[in-house]
């Protein structure tokens, strides 16, 4: 397979408008959290289905930074772009905004979303590269492989903790909860019960959402 022409971060930069109904709020009359990550994830999708060129799934939302509230009647803008990619995973950053009528914007969330593409099979599916562009774009990036790097050490930091005696079989689990047990393998993908965890293809992905080894931990 030839390699995916990279895109421009403009091309699928997506903004969406949201204003705050009776049903977004809590008692104290602010937006819900769970509402606002709710938009914040159908933009990162919305980036990352433009981005690829495929259907998509959220693997994780990385930090969510609540900076303010937003209350009933304001209107909420959320701008999204990608920021970083891998193989088959994209990195979304989602930006939220209060407007008020003067249309000036506050901002009250940010959040760093990781949505991998699928295929038609709905198994991972390599996705463009990115065109940096600006220092703003290239600085972004650098965070972006610093996360992938500190998300890396967490999920192999118990690797010896719980390692047990030789012999015994180990679960590893996914962001999404799938929990690989190399007693029993994985047999709708042909891998045999036994099979251990660094044994497994280098294109073996979670079942469940499509994410790669490296989104998966020890347990």
């Keep these: 397979m030839s390699e995916l ?8 930069q997506t903004e969406q408008v949201q204003i705050v109904m009776s049903g977004d709020i809590n008692g104290n009359g602010r937006l819900f959290g769970g509402r606002l990550v709710e938009w914040i994830d159908v933009v990162a999708a919305v980036v990352a289905k433009r981005h690829s060129g495929c259907e998509v799934t959220t693997v994780s939302i990385e930090n969510l930074h609540f900076k303010a509230a ?12 990608v920021t970083h990619v891998g193989r088959t995973s ?8 209060a407007e008020n009528l003067r249309g000036k914007r506050s901002m009250i969330n940010r959040a760093y979303v990781v949505m991998v ?22 600085s972004e990036w650098a965070a972006g492989e610093k996360r992938r790097e500190l998300n890396k050490n967490r999920r192999t930091e118990t690797h010896w903790v719980k ?3 030789e012999g015994t079989s180990m679960k590893y689990e996914c962001v999404c909860g799938y929990i690989y047990d190399e007693a029993i393998g994985d047999p709708d993908n042909d891998i045999a019960p036994g099979t251990k965890w660094d044994d497994l293809p280098d294109n ?15 347990v």
């Design 117 to 138: 593409a699928l295929d038609e099979n709905e198994k991972p599916a390599p996705v463009p590269g990115l065109i940096l562009e600006t220092d703003e774009q290239r």
């Design 5 to 12: 022409r990279k895109k421009r971060i403009s091309k699928s």
């Design 70 to 81: 937003a209350y009933a009647n304001d209107t909420v803008v959320l701008i999204g772009c």
């Design 90 to 97: 994209m990195e979304v950053r989602v930006d939220a905004y």
């Design 163 to 165: 390692k047990g005696k």
């Design 204 to 218: 073996w992905s979670c079942p469940v959402c499509g994410a790669g080894k490296d989104l998966f931990s020890e």
